[in-house]
C-alpha cells in the first residue's frame, strides 16, 4: 500500500506556505479595510469570510458523519480527506469573538442590536429572541456542539488508525451518528439564522437553513475534489482511490448544485408568488442599484455552468474537468454570501444605494482561506490521509464498476 503519512511530502508543505500567504495578504487586508472604511465594512467583510470556512469546516463534519450513519465503504477512501480540514471547528469560539463584539458596539453590523431597535415595533416583536444575551448564548451552545462533534465523530475516526482488530470506535459512530447529524441540522441552521438572516431582522424566510445548508454542502464537496484530484495526481493514495470515487465526487456536486437551484428557486418563488411586502423588501434590495448582476451571476455559476459541465457520465472521471467544476462552485459559493450580507450592510447601515463590493470584501475571505489552509495542513502532518484500518477499507480499494 501508498504511504498515508503525507505531512512531509511537498504538496503539504506547498499548501501550508500558501495559508500563510493568504492569511497574511487578508489580515493586512482586513487592517487597510477598518482604517480605510470603517468598522463596519470591517465586520461584514470579517463575517463574510468566516462564514465561509466556518460552514464548509463544519459541514465536512457532517460529510464524515453521513458517511458513518450509511455505514458507506466506497467513501472510507476519501472520507479522512474531509475531516482533515475540519481544523477550524476547535477554535470556532475565538473566530467568533469580533463578531460579537461588533454585535454588542455602537454601529453594529446587526440592526436589531442598535438602541434604536427598541422604537420598532417589528424588532420589539422579535426581541425575546433577537438580543445580545440570547445571541453569545447560542452562539456558545453552537460551538460547544460543534466541538463535541469534532471530539466524538472526528475523534473516534482517528482513533481507529490505532487497531486493525479493535473496531470499538468505528461501531461508536455508526451507532451514533445519527443525532449527531441532527446537530449539525439544528446548529447550522438556527446559526444561520442568527449570523445571516438576522442582517435584515424585518425579513424572514422559513427555507433558510436548507439554502445555507444546500451552498456549504456542494463548496465542501468542492474542496474534497480539489484535495482528492491533487493528492492523486501527486502519486499519493493510487492504491485507495479509484476512478469511480471521482465520478461518485461528480455526482454529488452535480446533484448539490441542482439541489442549491432547487431550494433558491423555492424561496425566491414563492416570496415572489405571495408579494407581502415584509418578504419582498430582501429581493427589492437584492435586484436594483447593480446587486442583480451578482443574482444573474449565481444562476449561471451556481446552477446551469455546473449543471452543464457535469451533466455528461464520461466527464465525471476526468480530473481537470472536476477541478474546474470545484473551483467554479467554490467561486459562486463566494458571490452568494456576498449577495447574502453585503447588501444588507450596505443598503441598512452604511446607507449606500448601490454595489458594495471591491477589494476589500477579498480581505475576509483571504484571511480565512489562509487560516483553513494551514489548518487542514497541520491536520495532515498529524494524521493519515487515509483511515487505514476502517473495517470497510477493502470496499474502497476494489471499488470498480
Known sequence: MSNVNLGSTPLIGKINK???????????????????????????????????????????????????????GWSSAIRRIAENFTGMVPFMAIALIPIVVNMLSHGSIYEWSHHEAANDPILQKKAAYLNPTAFMIRMGVYCLFWFGMFRFVIGNSIKQDASATDITPTRKNWKRAAPWVLVYALSITFASFDLLMSLEPHWFSTIWGVYTFAGHFVGALAVVTIMTVALYNNGHLRDYITAEHFHDLGKLMFAFSVFWAYIAFSQYFIIWYANLPEETIYFATRTTHGWEFFGIALVLMHFIVPFMVLLRQDVKRKTNVLVAASIIILISHYIDLTWIIMPAVGHHILKIEGVLFGWQELTGWLFFAGLFMILAARNYQKRNAVAINDPLIYEATEYYS
Not at 463544519?58 to 450513519?69: D, E, G, K, N, R
Open 18 to 72: 500558501i495559508g500563510m500567504v493568504l492569511a497574511a495578504i487578508g489580515a493586512v487586508g482586513l487592517g487597510a479595510t477598518f482604517a480605510l472604511n470603517g468598522q463596519q465594512r470591517f465586520f461584514a467583510d470579517y463575517l463574510l469570510g468566516f462564514w465561509y470556512f466556518a460552514g464548509i469546516s463544519v459541514t465536512m463534519m457532517f460529510f464524515s458523519a453521513l458517511q458513518f450513519l450509511a455505514r458507506a
